[in-house]
């Protein structure tokens, strides 16, 4: 895949309210002044279809079996991957992305109880085998997770404390399996703007060992 891959591809991954959207918002608003061609995306519901699914898997409704979920998780990233990430990607934009395929991991994996091995293949076919090159870790004890304005929680965020342990304790356990990959940061007890100096910190290390990434993704 990274044969036509000219961009950067960028994941955000952490439990629910660690500060995902605040973080990826401030990334590609940086990104951007800095002179790059970068895109701010989420899953699920980054694409129109991604909306109804999202709206399907996460608002009380009809109830979604365990490998439904999965299944409508992996279709949303299809979708994601063809309509959003890979045709920028290929411009060479760096693409910031909440969530990918490790989400389905620890969410539907570790937190549902469905084999991983089961897991990355269903997400090999959504992706082709599209994979982010940096992912952060926005490690946030579940108890004390920031809480979101409004209050509302939606059906996954809903499913208590002992499942949100599993998917922290999960994401622990991919950071150990792929540790050139993932950048882990603390975020209890910090102002956004601490974190945010380590997420630019890490992309910029990043971009200059990619190499050229600056000057394609520059318009
Ligand atoms: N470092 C921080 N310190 C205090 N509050 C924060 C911090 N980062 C984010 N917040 C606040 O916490 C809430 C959740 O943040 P945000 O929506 O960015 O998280 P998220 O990971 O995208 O959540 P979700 O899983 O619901 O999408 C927001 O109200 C945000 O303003
Ligand atoms: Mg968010």
């Known amino acids: 895949m ?15 309210g ?11 608003a940086w990104l951007k ?8 995306t989420f899953e699920p519901g980054g694409t129109a279809l991604g909306r109804e699914l999202r709206r399907l ?4 409704g009809a109830p979604v079996s365990p490998v439904a979920e999965m299944l409508l998780m992996a279709a949303d990233r299809a979708q994601h991957v063809e309509e959003v990430i890979r045709p920028a990607l290929a411009r060479g934009a760096v693409v910031v992305s909440e969530r990918f395929v490790d989400s389905s991991i620890v969410y539907q994996g570790a937190g549902l ?5 089961q897991i990355r293949q269903v997400n090999a076919v959504a992706t082709g085998g599209l994979a982010p090159q940096l ?3 926005l490690d946030l004890d579940p108890a004390h997770a920031f809480s979101k304005e409004g209050g509302a929680s939606d059906r996954i965020e809903g499913r208590g404390l002992q499942f949100q342990r599993a998917v922290w304790t999960a994401y622990h356990r991919l950071l150990e399996r792929e540790p050139d990959r993932w950048v882990r940061i603390p975020v209890a007890g910090r102002p956004v703007e601490d974190v945010q100096a380590d997420v ?3 992309v910029l290390e990043r971009l200059k ?6 000057g394609e993704a520059a318009p």
């Open 200 to 202: 630019r910190r890490a």
């Open 209 to 214: 060992v990619a190499g050229g990434a600056r």
């Open 113 to 117: 109880g469905l084999p991983e091995e």
């Open 57 to 60: 898997l996460l608002d009380e």
């Open 135 to 137: 992912t952060f870790f």
């Open 33 to 40: 002044e800095q002179g790059f061609d970068a895109v701010h």
């Open 2 to 16: 990274s044969g036509e891959r000219r961009g950067f591809f960028i994941t955000f991954e952490g439990p629910d």
């Open 18 to 28: 660690c500060g995902k959207s605040t973080q990826a918002r401030l990334l590609v």
